[in-house]
């Protein structure tokens, strides 16, 4: 429906609302409880993405659920392969990549060449990376600018962030990265605590020691990204700024501080709140929140925190589950299974060695369980829906940005 379309449907449904209301007529709710139509409703148009959706064989929207990780200076064959068989939707570059913008741009090139209508139903790739800053900048030489660490970033006028933020953007839509995996919104109580601090403080991944200077960078980074057509994605919820172990290297990391609306979940909402597409998931384990199971793998976390205390609709992606020693116990295929489970709608894995064992399971267990199926089904309109709004959908290019 066009922008001048909706605009008469609104009106019609304006001057009908206040007609009945003089009328003194008690008008119907449209949608029933059960989410069925009143008599007389006229169901909403689908989205470009629910029509997509609508065609897409189950194996096929079971691959939008998974992000895989190829060398971002080599096309793996495997991560390549995978697309066509399993229907894989997103890839990741991993590693590092020091000759500029070439390199990942063929890499890129490659990844979006498996994309056809028996591998994905048409629907493009997002091509993400880690480009942070400091240290961890996936991305580098002629044709990438320098980029200092968050800490650095953090010092900046928001206004200053926005811009850099921007030209960063647009630089990794060159290399074909269309989400970036950044920023941190993570908040170290200080530079003491930073210290102590190994997946975040040590590497100076913060924008700052509070809550306030983190959001308003965060958000003057989400934005300036927006508008260098990069999405991003915000990480990582709960917050990883106060524990003293790194997930990646350690098992049995536990944060013990963060409890529901703790103030350090205010970058988060403010990213929420100004419209980030992704929140990538921590594996770390919230004493107060939920003691028993990684935040990844929490319904609590994702769902009622998440969902619905911060109002998240968009992707829920996890932080690595391929090689992290804290999910390291756990089959392959369960870990998939948790996450989608718990409320997750996209599963990384920076390694495509586990992805065959964790898609099968999730298959397997959307095919013989209705409600688990539903699950699969809402996560892969969620990624389409993200996808509409970067023009990712075949035949629906018009609806993503001009």
């Known amino acids: 429906m066009h922008l001048r379309e909706h605009a008469i449907v609104l009106l019609l449904t304006l001057v009908l609302g206040v007609g009945l209301a003089a009328a003194g007529s008690a008008s119907a709710e449209t949608v029933l409880p059960g989410g069925t139509l009143a008599p007389g409703a006229v169901a909403p148009e689908p989205t470009a993405a629910e029509r997509v959706l609508d065609r897409m064989t189950l194996r096929q929207q079971v691959g939008q659920l998974f992000m895989v990780g190829t060398a971002a200076d080599r096309a793996d064959p495997r991560t390549r392969a995978q697309v066509r068989r399993f229907h894989v939707g997103n890839v990741m570059l991993t590693g590092r990549s020091y000759h500029g913008v070439r390199p990942p741009a063929r890499v890129s090139r490659a990844m979006r060449a498996q994309v056809s209508e028996r591998s994905t139903a048409g629907v493009g790739l997002f091509v993400g990376t880690d480009q942070e800053g400091g240290l961890v900048r996936v991305l580098q ?84 990204m927006d508008r260098g057509r990069v999405a991003t994605a915000v990480k990582h919820f709960p917050g990883l700024g106060r524990v003293r172990a790194n997930t990646d290297t350690s098992a049995d990391v536990v944060d013990r501080v963060t409890r529901r609306h703790d103030p350090y979940l205010a970058p988060f909402q403010d990213a929420v709140d100004a419209g980030a597409p992704f929140v990538m998931m921590s594996t770390a384990r919230y004493a107060r929140l939920d003691p028993t199971q990684p935040a990844a793998f929490s319904p609590y976390v994702v769902t009622t925190m998440l969902r619905g205390d911060l109002g998240f609709e968009g992707v829920v992606i996890s932080d690595d589950l391929a090689h992290a020693r804290q999910v390291a116990r756990v089959p392959p295929g369960r870990r998939a299974l948790r996450f989608v489970a718990a409320g997750g709608d996209m599963v990384l894995t920076v390694d495509p060695a586990p992805l065959p064992a964790m898609y099968g399971a999730v298959l397997a267990r959307a095919r013989t369980h209705s409600g688990f199926r539903a699950l699969v089904r809402a996560a892969a309109l969620r990624v389409l829906t993200a996808k509409e709004r970067e023009g990712l959908l075949p035949r629906a290019r018009g609806t993503g940005r001009s």
């Not at 960063?168 to 993570?186: F, I, K, Q, S, T």
């Not at 809550?211 to 965060?218: A, D, L, Q, T, Y």
């Open 141 to 224: 030489g002629p044709g990438f600018a320098p980029m200092p660490t968050a800490l650095v970033q953090g010092g900046w006028a928001p206004a200053r962030l926005r811009s850099a933020a921007y030209r960063w953007a647009r630089e990794l839509g060159r290399a074909g990265v269309n989400l970036d995996l950044a920023p941190v919104l993570d908040t170290v109580p200080s530079p003491r605590a930073a210290r102590h601090n190994p997946p975040i403080g040590v590497y100076d991944r913060q924008f700052g020691y509070t809550p306030r200077v983190v959001s308003r960078h965060g958000v003057a980074f989400v934005r300036g």
